[in-house]
């Protein structure tokens, strides 16, 4: 069975990233999400892709250096509520898988944190791109369900070679792995994005686990 995930909640051109209005329609929808976290300067976990607010509201301050209260009160006048990891566990009901994309390098700190707020939901995937956070994550609690993600130029040795790890529990993979058959032939569980066409779909999605957008 192949399982399918919506790429930062963007279930139609209707749905904006990573708002709480998107996630509810994908679940409505069956589907679980992919999600991207920062933490804010008051240690606030945030469902948010970018570093800056630059190229969503046109304001360039890093995240991590402005508090929650800040954050929501821009984000909320320009409709478009940057909602809290808090808010979206709440609402995933425990019912809907949660990839759930750690995007800055977290202190142990943060992580015993993070791993804390969302203890109750079994259902939570965490993904990086920094490797170190998800073998910080490890360390701090040996059963947590983490996956590694890939992009080009991440060579097919580089990604077999961590795969290896029987700790990790998936590989998240740019599409352009999906025609390597040395990375299909990996037992590992794999998850290909972002797939943003019809026709993409339907090409790959009886056979493979995607995160898909815009469909």
């Known amino acids: 069975m192949t399982h399918l995930i919506i790429h930062r909640g963007i279930v139609n051109k209707h749905?904006?990233?990573?708002?709480?209005?998107?996630?509810?329609?994908?679940?409505?929808?069956?589907?679980?999400?992919?999600t991207d976290i920062h933490a804010t300067k008051d240690c606030e976990f945030?469902?948010?892709?970018?570093?800056?607010?630059?190229?969503?509201?046109?304001?360039?301050?890093?995240?991590?250096?402005?508090?929650?209260s800040q954050i929501k009160k821009i984000s909320s006048q320009n409709k478009k509520p940057i909602p809290l990891l808090k808010d979206l566990l709440k609402i995933?009901?425990?019912?809907?898988?949660?990839?759930i994309e750690i995007k800055p390098l977290f202190t142990k700190k943060l992580l015993k944190k993070l791993l804390k707020e969302s203890s109750k939901f079994s259902k939570c995937v965490f993904i990086s791109f920094k490797h170190q956070n998800i073998y910080n994550l490890l360390k701090i609690k040996?059963?947590?369900?983490?996956?590694?993600?890939f992009s080009p130029p991440s060579?097919?040795?580089?990604?077999?070679?961590?795969?290896?790890?029987?700790?990790?529990?998936?590989?998240i993979l740019d599409k352009f792995f999906l025609?390597?058959?040395?990375?299909?032939?990996?037992k590992i569980k794999k998850y290909y994005y972002t797939?943003?066409?019809?026709?993409?779909?339907?090409?790959?999605?009886?056979?493979?686990?995607l995160i898909f957008e815009n469909l």
């Open 92 to 99: 995933s009901k425990k019912k809907y898988p949660l990839f």
């Open 155 to 171: 060579s097919v040795k580089t990604i077999i070679k961590k795969s290896n790890n029987r700790k990790i529990n998936c590989l």
């Open 15 to 34: 749905y904006k990233e990573n708002l709480l209005r998107s996630f509810k329609h994908s679940f409505k929808k069956g589907y679980g999400i992919e």
């Open 142 to 149: 040996s059963n947590t369900k983490v996956g590694l993600s």
């Open 195 to 209: 797939i943003k066409t019809k026709s993409e779909f339907n090409k790959y999605s009886k056979n493979n686990n």
């Open 46 to 68: 945030i469902c948010f892709h970018d570093f800056t607010l630059n190229r969503v509201f046109k304001k360039k301050i890093s995240v991590k250096d402005m508090k929650y």
């Open 179 to 186: 025609k390597n058959k040395s990375i299909q032939d990996l």
